[in-house]
T-cell receptor, first 117, second 115 residues
Framework: DAGVIQSPRHEVTEMGQEVTLRCKPI?????LFWYRQTMMRGLELLIY????????DSGMPEDRFSAKMPNASFSTLKIQPSEPRDSAVYFC???????????????FGPGTRLTVL | AQSVTQPDIHITVSEGASLELRCNYS??????LFWYVQSPGQGLQLLLK??????LVQGIKGFEAEFKRSQSSFNLRKPSVHWSDAAEYFC?????????????FGAGTILRVKS
């Protein structure tokens, strides 16, 4: 398996522009997670999906952030409009979740390094 | 709510020396515990995990960790560090929920290895 795939790997944009980050989870996994990593705040969970349904988006910083998962093999994280404080590395992870009686590890993608000027 | 504390932001060890990275967690139920490693510019890779059973778990790259419920700790150890172990290490506690699972990460410990 190719693992979790994220694109682009690097994104540089100007303040106010729309940014879309993409993620392809591991085939067969039914949970998908978006994380943000910064020096100041470490790794933060932004949102996670189970069977394509958003379960917990309490980590999404504000309305400028939105995430979708139209099917089991694709998810996007969009920032509109972007601001310099959104500069961070954004990770996508996936896992196979089988309810409360089972816990499987999360597999992380390589991340997208976003720089907003 | 669950939380993870990694008290050491940076640790420097000599190549060949032993290593212990500390991790303390807060979680009401039996925790699922993980150690991940992140090399510069890379994503996170799972080193080892504890779900239940033997409290000493073995992982990849010669790492092991011991779960101590009485101390709410899950410290990572390696008997002899190699220069390639220089990276950032994250401890995490998992919450198994009705729909999916969540991970809460510690702030990370940066390991430097000196020759």
């Amino acid at each position: 398996d190719a693992g979790v795939i994220q694109s682009p790997r690097h994104e540089v944009t100007e303040m106010g522009q729309e940014v879309t980050l993409r993620c392809k989870p591991i085939s067969g996994h039914n949970s998908l997670f978006w994380y943000r990593q910064t020096m100041m705040r470490g790794l933060e969970l932004l949102i996670y999906f189970n069977n394509n349904v958003p379960i917990d988006d309490s980590g999404m910083p504000e309305d400028r952030f939105s995430a979708k998962m139209p099917n089991a093999s694709f998810s996007t994280l969009k920032i509109q409009p972007s601001e310099p404080r959104d500069s961070a590395v954004y990770f996508c992870a996936s896992s196979l979740s089988l309810g409360t009686s089972n816990y499987n590890e999360q597999f992380f993608g390589p991340g997208t390094r976003l720089t907003v000027l | 709510a669950q939380s993870v504390t990694q008290p050491d932001i940076h640790i420097t060890v000599s190549e060949g020396a032993s290593l212990e990275l500390r991790c303390n967690y807060s979680y009401g139920a039996t925790p699922y515990l993980f150690w991940y490693v992140q090399s510069p510019g890379q994503g996170l890779q799972l080193l080892l995990k504890y779900f239940s059973g033997d409290t000493l778990v073995q992982g990849i790259k010669g790492f092991e960790a011991e779960f101590k419920r009485s101390q709410s700790s899950f410290n990572l150890r390696k008997p002899s560090v190699h220069w390639s172990d220089a990276a950032e290490y994250f401890c995490a506690v998992g919450a198994s929920m009705e729909y999916g699972n969540k991970l809460v990460f510690g702030a990370g410990t940066i390991l430097r290895v000196k020759s």
